[in-house]
């Protein structure tokens, strides 16, 4: 059974960049044909897909969010990373990772981690 986590700042400052990182067990982020998300959700809004990194190291974003997001991956860890940078109000939201067959995913399944709260606060 796959296990994803989230870790990172719980507060960042406007126009500063939000880094988290989701470290994977139980699986490796380098099996062939699954795809590694982000997915947020903001106070009274749904879930929100914001880009992957897929088994090869291609990623994949969010046309919304792609000037400011960058995912990236460390296989040696196992890890992978968003980017989101010039964060303002708006980007506070409990942020997922997860894993899934297809590049865009918003269904929660066994394979999301728990989330992690982000507020964008000075």
């Known amino acids: 059974q796959v296990r994803l986590q989230e870790s990172g700042p719980g507060l960042v400052k406007p126009s500063q960049t939000l880094s988290l990182t989701c470290t994977v067990s139980g699986g490796s982020i380098t099996t062939n044909y699954y795809y590694w998300s982000w997915i947020r959700q903001s106070p009274g809004k749904g879930l929100e897909w914001m880009g992957a990194i897929g088994y090869s190291g291609s990623t994949y974003y969010s046309p919304s969010l792609k000037s400011r997001t960058s995912i990236s991956r460390d296989t040696s860890k196992n890890q992978f990373t968003l980017q989101l940078s010039s964060v303002t109000p708006e980007d506070t939201a409990v942020y997922y990772c997860?894993?899934?067959?297809?590049?865009?995913?918003?269904?929660?399944?066994?394979?999301w981690g728990r989330g992690t709260q982000v507020t964008v606060s000075s």
């Open positions: 997860a894993r899934a067959r297809q590049v865009v995913t918003t269904r929660p399944t066994n394979d």
